[in-house]
C-alpha cells in the first residue's frame, strides 16, 4: 500500500459495496449467522464469501505479492465496523483468512502458500482449528493426539474437541504430538490435514442452546502429505503461538457492532414491554451502556499506536467484554421476563435469547475468565506463577 | 464516533503531559502530607503555584496557561494517587472551572489572576455535595436590596475548604427561580462558617450559614446570558469538576493497585510470597480490570471537555466516567485492605486513606445513580 487512503472514502466504498451486494438472494443472510447461530445457511454464507471475495474484500491485510491488499491496521479495523454495521452476515472463512493465512505467509514454504493461500483468498476452501483436547483446554500443552510419518506421509492418531465449524471446512490444522515420550510443549508438529477422508471422523456436539457449531473430530489412521507440516516437525508449539499470536482483534469493532445493536433491541424490547419504566432495569442498561462505551474507547486504545500493542488495556480486553456481554444477556432476559421461556421466532426475541445463552460461552473460549485472570496477573502486573 | 480519527485523542499522553506527570508525581510523594497537621498545607499550595498547578486551565489573558482539561486530569490523577491536601480541587477544578465555563468577562479578570497565582484560594457552593438538580434544588436564596445588592440567606451543610478557601463562587436561587453566581469573601458579616470533623482528612469541610448576608451589586458575577443557558453553563461546570473527580479516581485506584503489588510480593504464608496464591492473583488481576475499564472511560470522555462539545455529550462522557472510576476506586481500596489483611485496618498503612477517599467521592459531583440517571433518561427517554 503505497498512496495513504481516506479513512472516510473507504468506509463509504465498504458500505456502498455492501448494499449493491447483501441483496437478492443474500437478503436473507442480513445480520445472520453471528455466534448461536451458525447453523443459519451456510451453503448460501459460502457463496456470500466468494461474491465477497469477487468484491475483493478478502485478505485486506496479506501482502499484495500473496493476493491481498496490503491495507493498514486502521482501514481493516474500519472494514469490519463497516461490514457489521451493513449487517454482514457472520463470516465463514475467517478461521482460513485471518489466522491460517497470516501463519502460512509468515512460516510457509513458497510451495504451501502456493497450494492453500489462493482457496482461502476466494472463499473455496475452508478451515478449522484442531488445538484442544478432552484433556487439553487451558492447559493446551497436554496435547495427547500423537503424528508420525510412515510411507512418505504424516499419520495422526487421536481426538480433538469444540472444533467450530470442522463439518463445514475442507481442511483441519492440527497441533500434535510427533516426538513420542514428549511433554508439555515439546515434540509437538503443526499439521494441515484434509478432513474427507476415511481415517476422519466428525461428531457434532450438541450445545446448551440446541445447536451443533462444534464438533469431535476423530483421527485413527489419518493422513496428510509430508509437505503439510509447517514449520519444522517437533516445532509445532512455536507455530500455534504465532497462529494464536494473529488473533489481533481487527474485527473487535465490527464486533462491538453487534453489541450495539444487541444493546438496541433490548432498549426496545424494555419499551415495548414497560420495563423501561422500572429503576433497576433503567440503572442496569445505563451501565451497559456506559460499558460499551468503555470497551470502544479500550478498543481504540489498543490500536492508537497504530498496531495493537500489548498493553494494559489490550490485556483487559478479552476478559473485560466476554463479562460485559454475559451480562448483557442476563439484562435481555431480565427485561423479556416470563416472555423469555419461549422459544421465539420473532426477530428479537430470538437474537436475545441467543445472546444470553450464547454468551454463557463467551467467557470459556479462547481463555477461561480464570484463564485471562492468570494472564493479566503474570503478564500485566508481573505476579509469580503459581507453582 | 465513527471515525478512527478520534484515535489521536486516545493515544498515550503528549510528552509535556508526561512531564507534568513525572514532575507532579516526584513533588506530591516528596510533601505528602494527608497525616499531617494542616498548618503547612498554605504554603506547600504556595510551591505547587510555583510550578504552575492553579494556572493550568487559566486563560493567558488572565496570567494562566491556557491549557485543557487533559492536561488538568493528568494532574488530578497525581493528586488522586497521594491525596495530598491542597486547595487544587477546591480552587482549581471547581472555582476556576465555575469562573471559566460561567463567570461574567469581569469577574474572570478580576478573579483568576488571583487564583493562577495563588494569592487567593477559593472554593465553589451550590447544592449540598455539588449534587447539580437544577435552581430549584439550591439551598441558597438571593434577593435584591433595592440599592442594587443583594442579600443571601441559607445554609450549606457541608462546603468543601470551606473553613480556608479565602472566597466562595455561591450558586445561589433568585426569586424568580433562576440561578446566579455570588462572590462571597469568607469573612463577609453575617457569614457564619463552622469547620466540620470529617472522615477523609484530605477533604476538609465546613457548614456556611448565610444569615442575612449583604453583598454589593458588583459581587453577582455570572455571565450575562439568559437563565436557561447559565443553567446550562452550570451543568457543565459540574459535569467537567466530575470528569476531573473520575481522573482523581482513577490515581488513587492504580496507587492502592501498585501498593498492594507491593505487599503481595513481599508478605509470606505458607512458605511462598502470597502473590502466588491464584486467589490474591486474581484479585490483583480484578483490580487491574476495573482501573483500566476507568482509564478507557476517562480516556473516550476527555475528548468532549472541549468548549464546543454538546452538552448533553459532555454529560453522558462524564457519566461514563463517573461510573466506572467509582466503581474501580471503591473496588481497589476495598481490595486494597483485604489484601493487606490485618495491617490494612491500621491507620499506619494507606489503604485506609484511599478507602476513606472512596467513600468521599463515591457522592460528590452525583453519585454512580445520578450519572447512570443521565444515561438511562438519555437512551430510554425521562421516565414517566
Redesign the interface.
Known amino acids: 500500500m503505497t498512496q495513504v487512503m481516506d479513512?472516510?472514502a473507504f468506509?463509504a466504498e465498504v458500505a456502498a459495496w455492501m448494499q449493491t451486494h447483501l441483496t437478492g438472494r443474500f437478503a436473507e443472510l442480513r445480520d445472520r449467522g453471528g455466534p448461536g447461530d451458525e447453523s443459519i445457511s451456510p451453503a448460501l454464507r459460502k457463496e456470500w464469501e466468494q461474491e465477497m471475495a469477487a468484491g475483493g474484500w478478502v485478505g485486506l491485510g496479506w501482502p499484495e505479492a500473496q493476493g491481498g491488499r496490503a491495507l493498514p491496521v486502521?482501514l481493516q479495523?474500519?472494514f469490519h465496523?463497516e461490514y457489521a454495521r451493513a449487517g454482514g452476515p457472520g463470516r465463514m472463512g475467517h478461521i482460513g483468512e485471518t489466522l491460517l493465512a497470516p501463519t502460512l505467509i509468515a512460516l510457509g514454504t513458497p510451495e504451501q502458500q502456493a497450494r492453500f493461500l489462493p482457496g482461502i483468498r476466494a472463499g473455496t476452501e475452508y478451515w478449522c482449528q484442531g488445538y484442544s483436547e478432552p484433556g487439553a483446554g487451558s492447559d493446551l500443552a497436554a496435547i495427547a493426539t500423537r503424528c508420525w510419518q510412515e510411507d512418505g506421509k504424516w499419520k495422526l492418531q487421536g481426538q480433538k474437541v469444540w472444533t467450530s465449524l470442522a463439518h463445514e471446512s475442507d481442511w483441519i490444522f492440527v497441533v500434535a504430538r510427533s516426538v513420542p515420550g514428549s511433554t508439555g510443549r515439546e515434540g509437538l508438529s503443526f499439521l494441515l490435514v484434509p478432513l474427507d477422508q476415511p481415517g476422519v471422523e466428525i461428531r457434532p456436539i450438541r450445545q446448551l442452546t440446541g445447536e451443533a457449531e462444534f464438533n469431535e473430530v476423530f483421527f485413527d489412521g489419518a493422513e496428510t502429505g509430508a509437505d503439510c507440516l509447517i514449520g519444522q516437525a517437533g516445532d509445532g508449539w512455536r507455530v500455534a503461538m504465532t497462529l494464536l499470536g494473529f488473533e489481533r482483534g481487527l474485527s473487535t469493532l465490527g464486533q462491538q457492532m453487534h453489541f450495539a445493536h444487541e444493546l438496541a433491541l433490548v432498549?426496545e424490547a424494555?419499551?415495548a414491554n414497560g420495563a423501561?419504566?422500572v429503576?433497576e432495569i433503567?440503572?442496569r442498561?445505563?451501565?451497559a451502556?456506559?460499558?460499551l462505551?468503555?470497551?470502544?474507547?479500550?478498543a481504540?486504545?489498543m490500536?492508537?499506536?497504530g498496531e495493537a500493542a500489548i498493553g494494559?488495556?489490550s490485556?483487559?480486553y478479552k476478559?473485560?467484554w466476554s463479562n460485559w456481554h454475559r451480562r448483557l444477556g442476563q439484562l435481555a432476559m431480565d427485561v423479556l421476563g416470563v416472555a423469555g421461556d419461549v422459544q421465539s421466532d420473532e426477530d428479537t426475541v430470538r437474537r436475545l435469547q441467543q445472546v444470553f445463552f450464547f454468551s454463557r460461552s463467551d467467557t470459556i473460549y479462547a481463555g477461561t475468565n480464570?484463564i485471562?485472570?492468570?494472564i493479566?496477573?503474570?503478564r500485566?502486573?508481573?505476579?509469580?506463577?503459581?507453582? | 464516533?465513527?471515525?478512527?480519527?478520534?484515535?489521536?485523542g486516545?493515544?498515550?499522553p503528549s510528552e509535556e503531559q508526561r512531564a507534568l506527570r513525572d514532575t507532579a508525581s516526584a513533588f506530591l510523594a516528596e510533601h505528602d502530607n494527608i497525616r499531617a497537621a494542616d498548618e503547612g498545607d498554605l504554603a506547600l499550595w504556595q510551591k505547587m503555584v510555583e510550578l504552575g498547578w492553579a494556572a493550568v486551565i487559566v486563560p493567558e489573558q488572565h496570567d494562566g496557561l491556557g491549557l485543557g482539561y487533559a492536561d488538568l486530569a493528568v494532574l488530578a490523577e497525581e493528586f488522586g494517587r497521594t491525596l495530598n491536601r491542597s486547595p487544587f480541587f477546591a480552587s482549581v477544578v471547581l472555582a476556576q472551572g465555575c469562573l471559566i465555563e460561567a463567570g461574567s468577562a469581569a469577574a474572570q479578570a478580576r478573579w483568576l489572576p488571583d487564583l493562577a497565582m495563588g494569592t487567593a484560594t477559593a472554593t465553589l457552593i451550590g447544592a449540598n455535595g455539588l449534587h447539580w438538580q437544577g435552581a430549584d434544588a439550591l439551598p441558597v436564596a438571593a434577593t435584591a436590596t433595592g440599592d442594587g445588592g443583594w442579600r443571601l440567606q441559607g445554609r450549606v451543610a457541608q462546603v468543601l475548604d470551606g473553613a480556608r478557601a479565602d472566597f466562595a463562587l455561591v450558586i445561589a436561587r433568585l426569586g424568580d427561580g433562576r440561578p446566579a453566581i455570588f462572590h462571597v469573601p469568607a469573612d463577609t458579616p453575617g457569614l457564619i462558617r463552622q469547620a466540620l470533623p470529617v472522615w477523609d482528612l484530605g477533604r476538609p469541610q465546613a457548614a456556611w450559614d448565610f444569615d442575612g448576608v449583604c453583598l454589593p451589586a458588583e459581587s453577582r458575577v455570572d455571565v450575562e446570558v439568559d437563565s436557561a443557558t447559565l443553567a446550562e453553563r452550570l451543568q457543565r461546570v459540574h459535569a467537567l469538576a466530575a470528569l476531573m473527580l473520575a481522573a482523581e479516581q482513577i490515581g488513587s485506584s492504580a496507587h492502592c493497585?501498585d501498593i498492594t503489588?507491593a505487599y503481595?510480593?513481599e508478605r509470606r504464608q505458607f512458605g511462598?510470597?502470597i502473590?502466588?496464591?491464584?486467589a490474591?492473583?486474581?484479585r490483583?488481576?480484578?483490580m487491574?480490570?476495573s482501573i483500566?475499564?476507568a482509564?478507557?472511560?476517562l480516556?473516550?470522555?476527555l475528548p468532549f471537555a472541549a468548549a464546543d462539545a454538546a452538552t448533553a455529550d459532555l454529560m453522558?462522557a462524564a457519566?461514563?466516567a463517573r461510573?466506572?472510576a467509582c466503581e474501580a476506586q471503591r473496588f481497589c481500596a476495598q481490595e486494597a485492605i483485604q489484601l493487606h489483611g490485618g495491617v490494612g485496618f491500621t491507620w499506619e498503612y494507606d489503604p485506609q486513606l484511599h478507602f476513606k477517599r472512596s467513600q468521599w467521592a463515591a457522592h460528590w459531583l452525583g453519585d454512580v445513580?445520578y450519572?447512570?440517571?443521565?444515561?438511562?433518561d438519555a437512551?430510554?427517554?425521562v421516565?414517566?
Open positions: 479513512e472516510g468506509r486502521s479495523l474500519a465496523e432498549v424494555a419499551q423501561a419504566r429503576p433503567r440503572q442498561i445505563a451501565d451502556w456506559v460499558g462505551r468503555g470497551l470502544r474507547a479500550n481504540l486504545r490500536f492508537s499506536g494494559a488495556e490485556l483487559v476478559y473485560a480464570e485471562q485472570l492468570n493479566i496477573a503474570e500485566g502486573l508481573g505476579l509469580p506463577r503459581t507453582r | 464516533m465513527t471515525n478512527l480519527a478520534e484515535l489521536k486516545l493515544a498515550e493497585l503489588l503481595v510480593k511462598r510470597p502473590a502466588e496464591f491464584q490474591v492473583k486474581h490483583c488481576a480484578e487491574m480490570v483500566e475499564a482509564r478507557s472511560a480516556a473516550g470522555a453522558l457519566a461514563s461510573i466506572a445513580a450519572w447512570r440517571g443521565v444515561v438511562a437512551v430510554l427517554g421516565a414517566k
